[in-house]
C-alpha cells in the first residue's frame, strides 16, 4: 500500500521559512517522479514544484522560483519543500504527489498517489 504523508506545515510571518517534509511508504521517489501542489480556499489546486525521480531535474511554478525548493533524502523515503521569504499568498494546503513519469508536471490528475495535505499559513 502507497502512503504519503506531509508534515511541517504551521502559520509563519511574511518573509520566513517553512521545510514540508512528505513520507512516502510503498513508493521510492529514486524510482517515482514527484509533485507538491496547492490550493487555497476557493481557487484550484496548482502545482508549484516537481521532480523527476533521484531530484535528477526540477521544476518550479513561476510563482516560487527562487524561493522554494524540491529535494529528497538519499534512501528516495522522503521528499522535502524548502520554503523561504514566504508571502500571505502562498497560504494554502500543501500536498505531495508520486507518479512514475509524467508528462504533464502541473496537471494533477498525471499523479496518482497523493498525501493528505498540511495546512501553510502566511501572514502578514
Known amino acids: 500500500e502507497v502512503q504519503l504523508v506531509e508534515s511541517g506545515g504551521g502559520s509563519v510571518q511574511a518573509g520566513g521559512s517553512l521545510r514540508l517534509s512528505c513520507a512516502a511508504s510503498?513508493?521510492?521517489?529514486?524510482?517515482?517522479?514527484m509533485g507538491w501542489f496547492r490550493q487555497a480556499p476557493g481557487k484550484e489546486r496548482e502545482g508549484v514544484a516537481a521532480?523527476?525521480?533521484?531530484?535528477?531535474?526540477?521544476y518550479y511554478a513561476d510563482s516560487v522560483k527562487g524561493r522554494f525548493t524540491i529535494s529528497q533524502d538519499n534512501a528516495g523515503t522522503t521528499v522535502y519543500l524548502q520554503m523561504n521569504s514566504l508571502k500571505p499568498e502562498d497560504t494554502a494546503m500543501y500536498y505531495c504527489?508520486?507518479?512514475?513519469?509524467?508528462?504533464?508536471?502541473?496537471?494533477?490528475?498525471?499523479?496518482?498517489?497523493w498525501g493528505q495535505g498540511t495546512q501553510v499559513t502566511v501572514s502578514s
Open positions: 510503498g513508493v521510492n521517489t529514486n524510482t517515482n517522479s
Open positions: 504527489a508520486a507518479v512514475r513519469f509524467f508528462r504533464r508536471r502541473w496537471s494533477d490528475d498525471e499523479y496518482k498517489y
Open positions: 521532480m523527476t525521480p533521484r531530484g535528477g531535474t526540477t
